[in-house]
């Protein structure tokens, strides 16, 4: 081949490679966010949705709470009341607490037809609760639900951060794969050139050509079809990150490859101290506690009152007082079977917590097994798919020089050319597949394993 055609190739080549750059620049540079591992996961922990939102829910825990000390702290209520009336009876009353009674107004006639009377009644009542059982333990319960939600946020921050640790190198995946098919179709151009060049000199037939031009065309939809991969993982990307989804983030960690020993593996079984195991710990106790409030509702309950009134013919005016205090101990001791049914209903559900938990357990340490399993496999898939990827690289060489000196058919370096990008675009994948499942170990055994890697 003489040095023309080299130099065509080259220029062909830096084209394809140019043109590819500039299709995944569609935006702006200010939109284009270089992150490594870690800045993706701060990014994830103050912007990401499911956090935000289980924040929230750690909120409305906390304000149960606080709502559940009434069954220890006053209510205390203060009130100005406007009457005016002519009803005998009331007229006498409000005198009375206006404590402006004369002889007068023992008269029958003044009693059975009183003049119009006006009063302002200012009122501070008090309630304390002294004895209730059920809302005291109804306020132990609240407690655990709220410890529960903070466990949960917890946990909410770990699996984005899964997430965001998949959606990430996936990311990264894509844009070694789409280097990869670039490469690919880079070296189909050469192949075309030279088989242009063959054919010209009647070495090889119009088939022959064809099928390089075809190769060419798979390698430039291949190219298209990744271009939308990429797109597609960069839009979840942003989602999780809680970023705009036209903003174009590049990965700048490499993907990382650490290959456990055998007995780094060997874990027997999940920490029952995992924050959503913990979770759900603390709201089977909290179950438990209100099937015993419910229970308690049935024992009398213990509360005390007591109020304060001024009366006069003027708004907020203290020409009169007088106080009330007194306890009060109720009991209810049927009400149509509501009770009944409250004590049923907490009872299955705390027999519904235990057999999630139960069963929680059993499908983590199933899936423990599992990965671990699956982690064996991808790591000696790893190692046959590049041994693979290097042996078809080695064939394509052998192939193309042999090709180019007219001495291999365009078929056969053709399929070379293939099963070599098919080879290391299955390895790429075997490492990917690997770390995902190191990922969902990490996230089973809530423990950070990445900064090893």
């Known amino acids: 081949m003489n040095i023309l055609t080299y130099f065509n190739i080259s220029v062909r080549y830096a084209l394809i490679i140019g043109i590819s750059v500039l299709a995944m620049q569609k935006v702006t540079a ?62 006498f009353g409000l005198k009375l607490k206006q404590e ?47 410890e529960a939600a903070k466990h949960n946020m917890s946990w909410t921050k770990s699996m984005t951060s899964f997430k965001v640790k998949t959606v990430y190198f996936n990311l990264k995946l894509g844009y070694e794969q789409q280097r990869t098919v670039l490469s690919a179709l ?55 990150l ?31 101290n995992r924050n959503d195991i913990k979770a759900i710990q603390l709201q089977m106790e909290a179950s438990s506690l209100m099937l015993k409030s419910s229970k308690s509702s049935l024992i009398p309950k213990l509360n005390a ?20 205090v007194g306890a009060k101990l109720e009991w209810d001791i049927f009400k149509g079977g509501t009770n009944l049914g409250k004590v049923q209903t907490a009872l299955h559900q705390k027999r519904l917590s235990e057999i999630n938990y139960k069963e929680k357990i059993s499908n983590e340490n199933r899936a423990l097994k599992q990965i671990q399993n699956d982690i064996k496999l991808a790591i000696q898939k790893i190692t046959l798919t590049e041994l693979a990827s290097k042996q078809a690289e080695e064939a394509y ?10 001495m291999e058919k365009t078929s056969d370096v053709l399929q070379a050319e293939s099963e070599m990008t098919h080879k290391k675009l299955e390895n790429l994948q075997s490492i990917n597949n690997y770390q995902q499942l190191v990922f969902r170990l990490e996230i089973l055994l809530d423990k950070d394993l990445t900064s090893k890697i």
């Open 242 to 272: 809680g970023l705009d989804h036209d903003t174009i983030i590049r990965p700048i960690d490499s993907v990382p490859l650490n290959i456990y020993a055998q007995n780094e593996l060997q874990i027997e079984k999940i920490s029952e």
């Open 305 to 324: 009152f007591g109020s304060y009134e001024l009366n006069d013919l003027n708004p907020f005016g203290n020409g009169a007082n007088n106080y009330t």
């Open 186 to 240: 880079a070296a189909a151009k050469a192949n075309e050139t030279v088989a242009k060049d063959l054919y010209e000199q009647n070495l090889i037939n119009k088939a022959d050509l064809l099928s390089a031009e075809l190769r060419v065309t798979e390698l430039e939809s291949q190219v298209l079809s990744v271009q939308n991969y990429l797109s597609n993982l960069n839009i979840s990307l942003t989602h999780l």
């Open 397 to 406: 060489r052998i192939r193309k020089d042999r090709f180019e000196q007219g």
């Open 100 to 146: 402006i009674v004369t002889t007068q107004d023992f008269n029958p006639e003044f009693l059975n037809n009183p003049t119009r009377i006006e009063n302002y009644a200012t009122v501070l009542k008090i309630e304390q609760p002294i004895f209730n059982p059920d809302g005291i333990i109804a306020k132990k319960a609240a407690a655990k639900g709220k």
């Open 30 to 91: 200010q939109d284009r966010l270089e992150l490594t591992l870690k800045d993706a996961v701060n990014l994830a922990t103050k912007n990401n949705w499911e956090i935000q939102k289980a924040q929230q829910n750690v909120g409305i825990a906390s304000a149960a709470h606080n709502q559940s000390k009434a069954v220890f702290l006053p209510n205390v209520n203060l009130s100005e009341t406007f009457i005016t009336t002519t009803d005998p009876l009331m007229s």
